[in-house]
C-alpha cells in the first residue's frame, strides 16, 4: 500500500491539483471545518471549496444526489483556476499539463457537493460569470453563446472521464484498502483480545523476538500510510477525486463504501509546502485529527510504546556496540515511536516524564529523523505544537548543545577523511590486512556512516537558529572541514565523505564476501605453509644441509617435528568445534613465541623469521575462520543509508561539479549507488519473507527510482558530451566549407582550414575523456535492475538529443501570422520569412547529425541510428499530441508510444500567435493553410503550387521540399497524417451540419429531386427550378462552401507532399520503393489479409506513405450513413458558386472574380471529390447526371437568349464554360474517365461549348 500511494501520487491527473488550488483558502481556512460537527449553509458564489459534514450524514447526502450525479448533467462553471503548487513539476511538461487543466476545473468539486448535490448541478447550468456581466437584454445571441458554452463544458467533461475513468477508480480502490488495513488490523487485536488465538494474547505477542517486531511494525505502517497519504495526495485533491468517482459511476458503479472513505479522506486543513525542495521533508500536518478518524485501541497503543521504550526489537547491537552509538541504533525504533505516538496524543501533551524518557534514550544527539523512504521530520517543529514533547526536547535542544553536537560531528568528520583516505591508497586492502584489521575497519564505517547520518539529516532542520550552526560557511573552500572557529562542513564535504565511505564499504563487501568462499581455502593453504615451515626447520636442525652453519639439535628436530604433526591435524570444522580449533591455534602460536626464548634459535635470524611467519600463517587460519555472514549483515546495517534516499537529490549538482572538473570521479560512484541500494531493503523485506507475488512489482518499482537517480547522477556526462557536440555541429554548419566534387591544387589549403579542424579533434578528445569515466564502470545490479554505464549513456546523450532538437524545433517553427490584419503584401513577407526560417532549422539539424557521427566512435555509439530514432519519436510524438485535439479519447503520455520517462520528450506552450496548436506540427500545418488561403492565392495544377495574382508562387514543391529538408520524412509524413485528421473532422463537422440543418429541408430536397426526375431529360420550367431551389437553399451554402475548401485545400497538400516523397524515396530509397510497392500490388491482388492481422497491414500502409505510394484523393477517410439528398444539394451549391468563378488560362484553373474572396477552384473540386468518394459510387454518378442536366439546360437557355440578343447571354457563356471545367476537372482529379461526362452532356456539346467566346 505504502509504494501504491507513492506510484499513484504520481500519476495523479493535473486538473486536480488545479482544481485544488483554486484560492488558498480551500485548503488552509474553510477547510479546517472538515471535522466539524455543523456546517453552514453557502450561497452559490462561496460554495466552492467549503468543506465537512458529519459523519452520519454522508450516507443520507449520498442517496439524495443519485439524480443528479451523473456525466451528463454537468452544463456550465464559474470558477477560474490558477496554477496548483502542490503538483510534482517534471519541467516543462508538468506546467504545460496544469495550463492544459484549467478547462476541467469547472465540475471537479470538493465535499462541499454533497450537501445538496443538486443544486450544484443546476449552478453549472446557470450562466458564467463572463456571460452574465456581458448579457444585459437577454437576447438571442446571449442565449445562443449560453448554449455553446453549456455544450462545451459537457463535452469537456465527456472527455476527461473517458481519459481519466480508470484513474479515478484506482485511488478509489487504494483509499478503501487504506481503510481495509486497518480494520483487519483491529480485528486481529481485537481477537487476540477475546482469545481467538488461545496461546497468544497482545503481551505474549509483544515478548516474542519475532512477535513484537511484526506487531510494532503494523501499527507504524498504518501511521506511515497516513502521513504519506496526506503528505502525496492532498485533502483537496483526495475530496475532488472521491467526488469525481461518485459523479462518475453514482449510477452503474459501487458507491456502498464511499461514506468510509469519505471520513478518511477529509482534508485536514493544513496546506502543503510550496516549495518543490522540500518534497520528502515532512510539513506539521493535523495529525491528531487524521489519526483519530479510524483509531487504534489505545492499550495497544501503550502496549507497543512500551515495548519500543524498554527493549531493542531488532537486535541491532552487534552492528553498533558502543554505548555512544545507541541512537544512532535505535533509530529505526526511534521513527516509529514519532509515528505511534500520534495515535495517543495524550501521550505527547501532558505525560512529560514518558517523554524525557524517551528524549533521552532516542533523541540526546539528534532532532532531524527518518520516517520511511527518505522522508525526514525535525522534531523541533513537529512537536511545537505538544507541551510535554516541546518540554522534554528543550531540554535537549539548547543552543550550547546544538553547537556541541555540531562540533563533535565536525570533528568526527575530520578523523573520518583522514582515515578514509588511508584505507584507500592502492594495495592497501589486501587479503591478509582485511583479516588483521578488521575491527578497526568496521569501526572506521562505524564512525563514517554516524557521521554521514547526522550531518545528511539536521542540514535539513527547519529550525532557523539551528540550521545556522549545522550550516555554517566558510569563506575558502577546503578538502576538509575547518575544525576550528565555526567548524564549517560544507556539502562538498559531506560529498567527499558519502563517496570515499561508499568506495570503503564497497571495496570491503568485496574482500568479506570472496574471504567467505575462499575460507576453507584459505585455511588449507596457510596450514599446509605453516606445516612445511615447520618441516624446513626441523630439517635444517639436523645440520644435513648445505651452506647450514648450525650443529645438529636432536630436541628441537623432535620438537618442530611434532609441531608440524599438531599443525597439520588442525581440521576445518563447523560449529562449535571452531572455538575448540581456535584454542589449539592459540597454543600453537604460543608454543612458536616460546621456542624463540632458546639460545640456539634467538641467534639465528633466519629461523626467527620463519616462525614470525608461521604465526602469521596460523593467525591467519584463526581470523579467516572467524569470518561469517555475521559480518556482511552488520556491513549492511552500518551502511543502511534509506535515510538519504531523497536528501542525495540535493547533493547532484555538487557531484556533477566534481564530475566536470575530473571525469575520473565517476569511478567513485558505483560505490555510492550500491550504498543507497541498501533502501531497497526495507520495502520489501517481510514480502520476500512471505514469499509475496507483490514483491517483485515493489522491488522493480523502488529500484526504477533508484536507476532514475543514478541517471540523473550520470546525466552530467551526457550533457558535457553533448555541450561540446552543439558546439562542433556551429563549427560544421557555420565555419567549415562543403568540399566540391573537383578542387583545384592551389586552394586546397583554403578548402582545408586547418584550424577549425584542429578545433573539432580537441572537442572529440574531450568528449573521449568524459565517455572513458563511465564506459570504465562495472554493471551494477541495484535490487532488481541492472545498470549498464554504456546504457545510461546513450540513454543521456538521446535524451539531450531530444531536448535540443526539440526545442530548437519549437523555437525556429514558430510563425507570426495573424488572421485578422492579413494583407497581401504581409502575407507574402511571411511566407519569406517562413522559408528562411526553414532553411536555418534544416541547417542547424544537419549539423547536428554531422556531428553525431564525428563522434559516435568515441563514446561507442551508433550516432547515424540514435538520430533517425530519436527524430522520429519527437515527430511522431509531436504529430500524436496534436492529433489530440480532434480525438475524444485522449492518447495520455503514460499511454503513448513515443514517449518515455527515461528519455522524454519536451512540450512547450502554445504560442500567441496560434493558441490553437499545440506544437510546432500543428504551426507548420497551419502556415501551409494560411499561405495557401484561397482568399489571396489561386491552386495550379499543372504548375503544382499555389500563387498569387501578380503570378508569384506562395507554395509549391520546392517549399514542401524544404520543409522535407527541415523536418525529416518523419515529419512530412506526420504533416499529412495530421492533413488527414483535419480532412476527417471537416468531414464530421459536415455530417454533423447536414443532419441538424439539412435534414430540416427534407421535404425541399425530395421535391426538388422529384421536378428533376429524371436526369437523362430536360425538365419543364428548369431555370425556375434552378431559380427557386438556389433561393431556398441559400443559406446553406457558406457551411457547404467553407468545408469544401478547407478539405480540397488539405487534399492538395497531400497530394503535393505525396509526391515530394516519392520524389526522395527514387533518389535515396529506390530499392525500399520498389519492395514496398511489389509488396502492396501483391497485396491488392491477392485480396487476402497479412498473416500479421492489422498491425502489419498499418505497417505497410505507413511504408506505403513514406515512399510516396498511392494517391492521397482516394483516401477513404470515413464510414457513414447515406444523406439522402446529398447529390441534389451539391447540384445548388454548384450552381450558387459558378458564377463567382472563371477560367484563367494562365493557371489552367478557375480562379475567383473577385479578389479577397475565399473561394478558388481546385480546392473546391477537390473537397467535392473527396466527399463522395466516402459514399456509394452512385451518389457521384448523381452528381454527374445532375450536373450534366444542368449543363443541356444551360446550353438550351444560352441558344434562346443569344438568339434573343439577351445581355445576359455573355455572363451565361462564361457560367456555361465554367460549368464544364469544372465538371472536366473534377473527373480528372478523382480518376473518372471522360466517357462518364459523355453519358450526359454529349460530346459535340462539350467541344461546341469549348469555343465559346
Known amino acids: 500500500l505504502l509504494a501504491d500511494i507513492r506510484i499513484l501520487s504520481e500519476r495523479v491527473p493535473s486538473a486536480f491539483w488545479a482544481a485544488a488550488s483554486l484560492n488558498p483558502g480551500d485548503v488552509s481556512i474553510s477547510s479546517s471545518d472538515g471535522d466539524s460537527d455543523g456546517i453552514k449553509k453557502e450561497d452559490g458564489g462561496t460554495k466552492q471549496g467549503k ?26 462553471g464559474s470558477a477560474t483556476p490558477t496554477s496548483s503548487s502542490s503538483t510534482s513539476s517534471k519541467g516543462k511538461n508538468a506546467r504545460n499539463d496544469m495550463e492544459e487543466a484549467k478547462k476541467y476545473v469547472p465540475f471537479l468539486f470538493d465535499f462541499s457537493y454533497l450537501h445538496n448535490p ?40 465527456r472527455e476527461f472521464a473517458v481519459n481519466h475513468r480508470q484513474s479515478i477508480e484506482d485511488y478509489y480502490e487504494l483509499f478503501f484498502a487504506i481503510y481495509n488495513y486497518q480494520r483487519d488490523l483491529n480485528q486481529f487485536v481485537e481477537d487476540l483480545t477475546k482469545g481467538f488465538y488461545i496461546q497468544y494474547t497482545v503481551e505474549s505477542v509483544l515478548l516474542d523476538l519475532d512477535g513484537r517486531a511484526l506487531l510494532c511494525e503494523a501499527v507504524w505502517l498504518y501511521g506511515v500510510m497516513l502521513i504519506l497519504m496526506e503528505r502525496l495526495l492532498p485533502g483537496p485533491v483526495r475530496e475532488r477525486i472521491i467526488i469525481a468517482y461518485f459523479r462518475l459511476f453514482g449510477r452503474d458503479g459501487d458507491i456502498s463504501r464511499i461514506d468510509v472513505i469519505c471520513k478518511l479522506c477529509k482534508t485536514t486543513g493544513v496546506s502543503p509546502p510550496t516549495s518543490a525542495s522540500q518534497r520528502s521533508h515532512k510539513y506539521p500536518m493535523d495529525e491528531e485529527k487524521l489519526f483519530s478518524r479510524y483509531p487504534l485501541p489505545v492499550d495497544l497503543i501503550r502496549n507497543v510504546v512500551g515495548c519500543l521504550i524498554s527493549d531493542d526489537i531488532y537486535q541491532q547491537s552487534s552492528a553498533f556496540p558502543n554505548i555512544d552509538h545507541r541512537s544512532i541504533r535505535l533509530s529505526r525504533q526511534a521513527s516509529m515511536l514519532y509515528v505511534i505516538l500520534f495515535f495517543d496524543p495524550i501521550v505527547l501533551r501532558e505525560e512529560s516524564a514518558k517523554l524525557r524518557e524517551i528524549v533521552d534514550k532516542y533523541f540526546h544527539d539528534n532532532w532531524v529523523i527518518h520516517i520511511y523512504a527518505g522522508m525526514t521530520a525535525d522534531l523541533s517543529l513537529e512537536w511545537s505544537r505538544f507541551p510535554a514533547a516541546k518540554s522534554a526536547l528543550d531540554n535537549v535542544l539548547e543552543m550550547d548543545n546544538v553547537k556541541r553536537m555540531h562540533i563533535h560531528n565536525a570533528k568526527l568528520i575530520g578523523q573520518c577523511m583522514a582515515e578514509l583516505r588511508a584505507y584507500l591508497t592502492m594495495g592497501i586492502l589486501t587479503d591478509s590486512f582485511v583479516l588483521d584489521n578488521r575491527h578497526d575497519l568496521l569501526n572506521t564505517l562505524r564512525r563514517c556512516n554516524i557521521a554521514v547520518r547526522w550531518r545528511v539529516l539536521h542540514r535539513r532542520t527547519s529550525n532557523a537558529n539551528y540550521y545556522s550552526i549545522v550550516c555554517a560557511t566558510v569563506e575558502k573552500a577546503s578538502t576538509d572541514p575547518k575544525l576550528e572557529g565555526n567548524f564549517a562542513v560544507n556539502d562538498t564535504h559531506v560529498v567527499s565523505l558519502i563517496l570515499l565511505t561508499s568506495q570503503l564499504e564497497m571495496q570491503l563487501k568485496d574482500s568479506f564476501r570472496d574471504l567467505i568462499q575462499r575460507k576453507e581455502s584459505i585455511w588449507i593453504g596457510c596450514r599446509a605453509q605453516a606445516c612445511t615451515m615447520m618441516t624446513d626447520l626441523a630439517e635444517y636442525f639436523k645440520g644435513d644441509q648445505t651452506l647450514a652453519r648450525v650443529s645438529r639439535h636432536d630436541g628441537l628436530i623432535q620438537w618442530f617435528g611434532s609441531m608440524a604433526g599438531e599443525i597439520r591435524d588442525l581440521a576445518y570444522e563447523s560449529g562449535d568445534h571452531f572455538t575448540v580449533t581456535g584454542r589449539k591455534i592459540q597454543l600453537c602460536v604460543q608454543a612458536l613465541e616460546e621456542v624463540e626464548q ?16 608461521a604465526r602469521g600463517m596460523l593467525l591467519q587460519m584463526a581470523r579467516a575462520v572467524g569470518i561469517n555472514e555475521d559480518i556482511c549483515d552488520d556491513i549492511r546495517w552500518i551502511s543502511d543509508m534509506s535515510y538519504g534516499v531523497e536528501s542525495m537529490k540535493s547533493y547532484v549538482q555538487i557531484i556533477h561539479t566534481r564530475i566536470s572538473k575530473d571525469p575520473s570521479n565517476v569511478s567513485l560512484l558505483q560505490g555510492f549507488f550500491l550504498k543507497l541500494s541498501s533502501s531497497l531493503d526495507g520495502p520489501v523485506e517481510r514480502l520476500k519473507q512471505l514469499n509475496s507475488p507483490e514483491a517483485v512489482r515493489i522491488t522493480n518499482y523502488y529500484s526504477s527510482q533508484l536507476v532514475a537517480f543514478v541517471r540523473n547522477v550520470l546525466e552530467i556526462v551526457p550533457v558535457s558530451v553533448f555541450a561540446i557536440m552543439v558546439q562542433m555541429s556551429d563549427i560544421i554548419e557555420r565555419r567549415l566549407q562543403r568540399l566540391p566534387l573537383k578542387v583545384q591544387g592551389d586552394k586546397l589549403i583554403a578548402y582545408a582550414q586547418l584550424g577549425e579542424r584542429y578545433k573539432l579533434a580537441m572537442m572529440a578528445h574531450e568528449i573521449s575523456i568524459f565517455a572513458d569515466g563511465i564506459l570504465e564502470m562495472e554493471n551494477t545490479v541495484i535490487g532488481g535492475a541492472q545498470v549498464n554505464p554504456r546504457k545510461l549513456l546513450d540513454e543521456g546523450l538521446r535524451k539531450e538529443l531530444v531536448s535540443h532538437v526539440s526545442e530548437l524545433l519549437n523555437n525556429l517553427l514558430q510563425f507570426d501570422f495573424s488572421a485578422s490584419s492579413e494583407t497581401v503584401a504581409s502575407m507574402i513577407k511571411h511566407q519569406a520569412t517562413t522559408m528562411r526560417s526553414l532553411t ?54 503514460a499511454d503513448s508510444n513515443f514517449q518515455s520517462d527515461i528519455v522524454p520528450i519536451p512540450r512547450f506552450p502554445r504560442t500567441q500567435n496560434e493558441p490553437s496548436c499545440i506544437n510546432f506540427m500543428g504551426r507548420i500545418v497551419s502556415m501551409l493553410v494560411k499561405i495557401t488561403d484561397a482568399q489571396y492565392t489561386t491552386y495550379s495544377i499543372e504548375k503544382s503550387g499555389w500563387f498569387m495574382s501578380d503570378g508569384s508562387e506562395v507554395c509549391g514543391l520546392k517549399t514542401v521540399a524544404l520543409i522535407r529538408r527541415a523536418i525529416g520524412v518523419y515529419g512530412l509524413t506526420g504533416v499529412d497524417r495530421l492533413l488527414c485528421y483535419r480532412i476527417l473532422h471537416e468531414l464530421h463537422r459536415f455530417v454533423k451540419f447536414f443532419r441538424t440543418n439539412v435534414s430540416k429541408q427534407g421535404v425541399l430536397l425530395e421535391q426538388l429531386r422529384d421536378e428533376l426526375f429524371p436526369e437523362w431529360k430536360t425538365p419543364k420550367s428548369a431555370v425556375a427550378i434552378y431559380a427557386s431551389g438556389s433561393k431556398k437553399t441559400e443559406m446553406l451554402m457558406l457551411p457547404m462552401l ?14 503535393m507532399i505525396r509526391f515530394e516523397l516519392q520524389r526522395c524515396a527514387r533518389v535515396d530509397a529506390k530499392m525500399l520503393q520498389h519492395t514496398v510497392s511489389t509488396l502492396n500490388a501483391s497485396l491488392l491482388s491477392e485480396q487476402h489479409p497479412l498473416e500479421g492481422g492489422s498491425e502489419d497491414m498499418k505497417n505497410t500502409c505507413d511504408m506505403s506513405v513514406a515512399v510516396g505510394i498511392g494517391d492521397p484523393l482516394g483516401t477513404i477517410f470515413m464510414k457513414t450513413d447515406p444523406l439522402e439528398g446529398l447529390p441534389v444539394l451539391m447540384l445548388f451549391f454548384v450552381i450558387t458558386y459558378i458564377p463567382k468563378l472563371s477560367y484563367n488560362p494562365t493557371f489552367g484553373s478557375l480562379s475567383k472574380v473577385k479578389e479577397g474572396y475565399p473561394i478558388d477552384g481546385w480546392p473546391i473540386i477537390a473537397g467535392i471529390s473527396t466527399l463522395l468518394r466516402q459514399f456509394h459510387p452512385s451518389y457521384a454518378k448523381s452528381f454527374l447526371a445532375y450536373v450534366g442536366q ?23 457563356a462564361a457560367d456555361l464554360k465554367n460549368s464544364m471545367v469544372l465538371l472536366e476537372q ?21 467541344e461546341m461549348c469549348a469555343d465559346l467566346p
Open 598 to 613: 632458546y639460545d640456539l634459535v634467538d641467534r639465528d635470524v633466519q629461523v626467527k623469521a620463519f616462525l614470525h611467519e
Open 1190 to 1212: 444542368f449543363l443541356r439546360v444551360s446550353v438550351q437557355t444560352y441558344a434562346t437568349r443569344r438568339q434573343g440578343k439577351n445581355e445576359d447571354a455573355t455572363r451565361l
Open 51 to 76: 468543506q465537512g459534514g458529519s459523519d452520519n450524514m454522508f450516507l443520507n447526502m449520498f442517496q439524495s444526489s443519485m439524480i443528479g450525479g451523473s456525466i451528463g448533467s454537468v452544463s456550465g
Open 1226 to 1246: 473534377f473527373c480528372d482529379i478523382g480518376g473518372l474517365s471522360s466517357s462518364a461526362i459523355y453519358e450526359h452532356v454529349p460530346q459535340y456539346v462539350m
Open 840 to 893: 536555418s532549422l534544416s541547417g542547424r539539424l544537419e549539423g547536428f547529425q554531422v556531428a553525431l557521427e564525428c563522434v559516435e566512435d568515441y563514446v561507442c555509439m551508433h550516432g547515424l541510428k540514435m538520430w533517425h530514432e530519436e527524430l522520429s519519436r519527437i515527430m511522431n510524438y509531436n504529430v500524436e499530441q496534436e492529433v489530440n485535439k480532434y480525438l475524444l479519447k485522449k492518447v495520455l503520455d
Open 118 to 157: 443538486e443544486e450544484w448541478e443546476a449552478s453549472l447550468a446557470l450562466p458564467t460569470a463572463v456571460t452574465t456581466a456581458t448579457a444585459k437584454d437577454g437576447t438571442a445571441t446571449d442565449n445562443a453563446n449560453q448554449e455553446r458554452e453549456t455544450e462545451n463544458l459537457l463535452e469537456l467533461e
Open 1042 to 1055: 467553407t468545408c469544401f475548401r478547407r478539405v480540397g485545400q488539405a487534399q492538395l497538400l497531400r497530394r
